[in-house]
């Protein structure tokens, strides 16, 4: 009873019936994530996320009755606490941006392996973004191409050398893990790193900041 409080409730929203109930089957054989509620459209995912208040909700972009996109927007909205991951079939630039201006944390592919899927679910819950690795790519190179549209003026406060150095790895889609061993730090200083950019950038999430960054000329 303990671990199924203390569990992740996820909501998935998937219009195809039988992955959504695989995806279902998958993550409940894991100790720590628990399936709350199955959506088959936008409408139903929005409804069900104001009921269960899911942890995170694992959405497909494509969907009847309100997209993917309209859906993760009316939740975050409502519950800003959740986090909604995309799982989609779309490796598309436009799809990746609306994702992430809508309020999605991460950007997945549905050929990620399952494994992979809990992790980036545990991930998110601990308030990390966790985007494929292609995506992630996509993401620098689109935002690299984008021009300045920020003054420095804007700031709340400068980035100090080692958080624009962690703001350029959060970009490349590493976890706190991972930037902790590419820096040699332990990972709770990396995850300080971090909470201090989001603050500096009045940035929602991870890659808000990544957007931000680039809008500031400091990608």
Sequence with gaps: ??????AIRVLIADDQRLLREG?????????DIRIVAQASNGNE????AKQHQPDVVLMDIQMPHHDGVTATQAIRSALPQTQVIMLTTFADD????????AGAC??????IPSEQLADAVRAAHRGESPITPTMARKLVNMVSQQPRALAASEWVEP???REIEVLNLIAQGLSNKEIAERLVIAEGT??????NILSKLNAKDRAHAVMRGKELGLL
Excluded at 45 to 48: F, N, R, T, V
Excluded at 190 to 195: E, F, G, I, L, R
Aim: proline share 0%; net charge neutral.
């Design 190 to 195: 990396a995850k300080n790193h971090v909470s």
């Design 159 to 161: 980035l100090s050398d």
């Design 45 to 48: 995912a929005i409804s069900l």
């Design 106 to 111: 991460g950007y997945l592919l549905k050929d």
């Design 94 to 101: 436009e799809y990746l941006f609306a994702a992430l201006r």
């Design 23 to 31: 995806l279902a089957t998958l993550l409940a054989l894991t100790n």
């Design 1 to 6: 009873m303990n671990n199924e409080r203390s």
